[in-house]
Structure formats: structure tokens, C-alpha cells
């Protein structure tokens, strides 16, 4: 995150040491050859913050404007840049939590940090970050105004599109959580409503509130998170360490449900045990002949051989998802391999011939739009890690808004 020009008046110097010498005002004088008044007048000068100058000249770059999203957690304004009001940005106005240390939760804190620390174009872009009087965080998002890729699924009546679309989102996804995992970032929520669509047809990963970093392998995880129709089923077993695979069972997940349409591993009401029965139907019962060490994790539960349900071939697959072909359907297998040891990285995905071979994906201008996305965008930005939208009419798997407090544990 970049600071304001004047960030640039505070620091002078840096010493070999590493020590930052401050000072609040330039000389063209040595030290030394100040005079005596001058220094006691300096001393006897009221103390300036700077850092309360520094937040307000940040937050006076930006305007306001309309609201577009509220809830419980966070309110979502558009706003524009006080010198060129063409300029637009999406503002998400964290509100203070009493129940809280500082009135900040956990949230809030990992995705100021990891939106600092990513910088790549497929994950949304975090400008800066103001304190208001009353201690209101102030996210300065980049502007995304073509709402997510869950509102191009569910319009199944107004919008079209084919697997040269289907390819390009998919990249743009798999190039995001690349980066996360490069940078040693879980994301651990990936599903299409966390996925922003900018003006240019670009998909951008968002909501980084339930992410974290690769752990030490001696500290134990949490396995209450991710969304559970995009959970994998290590954590449905409770597994105390995972890693990136977690994240690419859930871009299968989302892989599936832009060409089917509907959500791929879903149930009602989705309990930990009628999820794992829609994984063991779809993909295949996990033993230790296709899983080993499955039956050490703490939450495995053994079944009856009679109730085993195969691992689903190649065969099974292509009757599903023929429209993305062979190497798609390969693909899409790998991300949804039972064990995780065993489940494509996104290096290995991203270098899968599916990208390669006919038809190519589509050009970022060429992609569906849709209208009403800065509403949506408004409505996806105001939400906190693992809450699920409200979901539209008609759909099959509705259900209510729900929250997942254990997810928010690190």
C-alpha cells in the first residue's frame, strides 16, 4: 500500500543499523549550527501527530457518494477522487465491534494485511487504508462494477456463455489463487460470489477475511472453514494441517458449477454429514486405498463396505461435463482428487493442455456482462468471510444467510 507524499517528510534518514531517523521539519542547516533560540523555541512547540496528519490527508483524497451495500459488519459507499471525480473507487466502511479487541475483528485485520501483501491482476485491489473519528476502518478498494461471476451462473434466462468464457474465468481464477499460493496465502473462501468483475471483463478475487497464511507444521489449523458447499472433505474429517489443495478443491468446485449452472457439491440442510455424503455421491467414498491416512484423521467416521461408493472415472465424469471435453474433464479430476497429496497443484493446473487446445479462451472484452453490478458489488463487499448471500428466487439450493463463527478462528 503505497503512502502519501506526505509519508516522505517524516523520514530523513536510515541508518546501517536499520534505525529510521525522524524529523518533522527540513533544514538546510546542520545541527549543530542552529541557534540556542531556535531549539528552545522548537522544544516548547506543541508535539504535531503525524500520523493523525498523515490519515487525515489520506482520507481527505476521496469523496463519497451513494451507498451501495449494508450490513451487520461493514457498509460499502462508491466514491471518487476529490481531484477528478472520474476517478472511481469502492469504499468499505468496517464498523467498530464492541466484543472485540479495539473493536476490530479478526477479519478485518487478515484482509487489510493480505490485500496489502498481494499485488497481482486477478485479486482486488487494496489503494489505502483511513481512520475515520469515530474508528471507523476505511478500505479504498479498486472500483468493480460488474458485479460477480455468481450473478452470470444464476441468470440462466439473459446471459450466454460458452467454454471459450467458461476458459478465460477459470484462468483468471487459477492465476489469482497462484499468486495467494506463491505469496504463501490460503485464501480458504474461494466460491463465485467472491468473484469481482472489473469493467474490463476481468475476474478479481475477493474477500481475504478468512485467510491465512502456510502454517508451521507443529501448529495445528483450524478445519471449520470455507464455505461448505466449496469445503473439501480433509476438513469435513477435521485435518489439523492442509495446505494449498484446500483452495483447489474449491476452484474445482467453481469449475463445475460455471458449466453445469447450478452448485456441484450441495445439500439441504448442509450438515457436516449430508456434505460429506454429496462428496462421497459425486466424486467417490474416501478409504485408504484411495486416500491413505484418511482413517487417522480425527473426524473420519469408517462405513460399511456395503455403502462404499466407488472413485467416479473418467467415463462417469464425461457424462457430466462433456462440454469441456477431454482435457477438461481431466482436469477438473485432478482438482477433485479425494486425497489432497494427491490433488493438481495450480502450477500443474495452470500448465494442464485444457488452456491450450480449441476453442481458446475468450478475449476480456469479448466476456458476458451483465447489469446491476455495483449493486452486487456493494452486496458482496459488505459481507464478512464465510457468510453466504441471500440467494435469488428459483434457485435449487437456497437457503437463508447464515454466518460461520467458528471460521473466524485462526
Known sequence: MALSPAATMVTDSVTKAGTVKLSAFSTQKPLE??????????????????????????RRKYVKGKKLGSGQYADVFSAHLSTNPSTLYAIKKIKVIEDFKDGITYDSLREIRFLQELRHPNIILLH?????????????LEYLPGGDLLQLIQDTGGTHYGMADIKAWMAMLCRGVYWCHSNFVLHRDIKPNNLLIAASGEIKLADFGLARSFADPAQPMTYNTITKWYRPPELYYQAAHYGGAVDVWSVGCVFAELVGRRVFLGAIPDTDVNMVGAICNAVGTPTEDNWPGVSKLRGYIPVDAADVKPVRGKEHWMQQFRAVGELGVDLMM?????????????????????????PR???????????????QMGEDLKRRGGELPVEEEGRADKVARKLDFGAMKV
Open 33 to 58: 549550527k542552529t541557534s540556542a533560540a531556535t531549539i528552545k523555541s522548537l522544544e516548547s512547540a506543541p508535539l504535531v501527530n503525524l500520523a493523525d496528519q498523515l490519515n487525515d490527508a489520506e
Open 334 to 358: 485432478r482438482m477433485f482428487a479425494l486425497d489432497p497429496n494427491a490433488r493438481c497443484g495450480m502450477e500443474q493446473a495452470l500448465r494442464h493442455p485444457w488452456w491450450t487446445a480449441e
Open 128 to 140: 489505502t487504508v483511513y481512520s475515520t473519528k469515530n474508528q471507523n476502518l476505511n478500505l479504498v
Open 361 to 375: 479462451p475468450s478475449r476480456n472484452e469479448d466476456l458476458p456482462r451483465r447489469g446491476g453490478g455495483v449493486r
